[in-house]
């Protein structure tokens, strides 16, 4: 790996994750982990997620490790991906639903939780209007397989075409529910865990996860107790073209971006 790191300049990746507004793609793509009961139970008893005192310095880890899985040089990419792996190959969780306990690096939910990261970032860019093509959709599916490495999977285990993540989704639905001990993220969002010096930006975070819940799919919106109607994909569309559209204005020097 060289010091463009898994995907570099030239990839669909860095173009499409350059857009501000996947901000909305990173929430969409919790909430789609969190549909796996497996993969939710090990964030649940593992994660200091939950936990006023600690989450606001998870969820900087986290994006510091998405940060450097997209834009990091290859060492950076590979020190990452070690602390990573360490961490699932260690933590185990206890699954009610039949009795046993499991590693976190399982590759059932870790392929669950890479393809609802490649499906929510695809997903989010494509509505908000981020001109690609149907090639170019396929090729960020395909670049991701690198980034399947990072947690531990094999690139030939997770989808390399749009279709092919499509067809995987549609597969493992019956398995899918959210877990009854989990908290409600639409919940949660109206009292956030944040620390005291960051109580000023808790009123955006129910219209973030409103708009990510939205932006789901109707199946995904029914499995939170969610009403899922056409009228709520309209508005999630139009939502995130028009937050595209804001964030665009603004100087290109003065954006939020990943990198």
Same mark, same amino acid.
């Given at each position: 790996m060289d010091q463009s790191g898994l995907f570099g300049p030239g990839s669909v990746t860095?173009?499409?994750? $350059?857009e501000p507004v996947l901000f909305v793609g990173g929430f969409r793509a919790l909430l789609m982990q969190g549909l796996h009961p497996r993969a939710m139970r090990g964030v649940i008893q593992n994660s200091a997620l939950f936990d006023p005192s600690e989450a606001w310095a998870r969820f900087l880890r986290t994006t510091e490790f998405v940060r450097v899985r997209t834009y990091g040089t290859g060492p950076e990419v590979e020190k990452a991906a070690s602390r990573v792996r360490k961490i699932h $190959?260690? #933590?185990t969780a206890y699954d009610p639903d039949? !009795?046993?306990? +499991?590693? #976190? @690096?399982?590759? @059932?939910a870790l392929r669950w939780v890479h393809v609802g990261e490649v @499906? &929510? +970032?695809l997903s989010t860019a494509r509505r908000s209007g981020v001109p690609f093509t149907d090639e170019e959709a396929d090729q960020f599916v395909y670049?991701?397989?690198r980034a399947a490495e990072v947690v !531990? #999977? &094999?690139p030939d285990d997770v989808p390399h075409t749009v279709g092919e993540m499509n067809d995987y989704i549609q597969g493992e639905r019956p398995k899918l529910k959210f877990v009854p001990e989990a908290p409600h993220p639409l919940l949660m969002s109206l009292n956030p865990p944040l620390p005291a010096r960051l109580t000023l930006i808790k009123p955006i975070f129910p219209w973030i996860t409103s708009v990510a819940f939205a932006s789901l799919p109707r199946w995904a919106r029914r499995l939170y107790g969610l009403p899922a109607?056409? #009228?709520g994909d309209v508005w999630a569309t139009m939502t995130l073209r028009t937050v595209r559209t804001g964030l665009n204005a603004v100087p290109r020097a003065l954006r939020p971006a990943p990198h």
């Open positions: 860095w173009r499409v994750m $350059a $190959a260690t #933590l039949v !009795g046993d306990r +499991y590693h #976190l @690096d399982e590759p @059932d @499906d &929510s +970032y670049e991701w397989r !531990g #999977l &094999s109607t056409p #009228l």
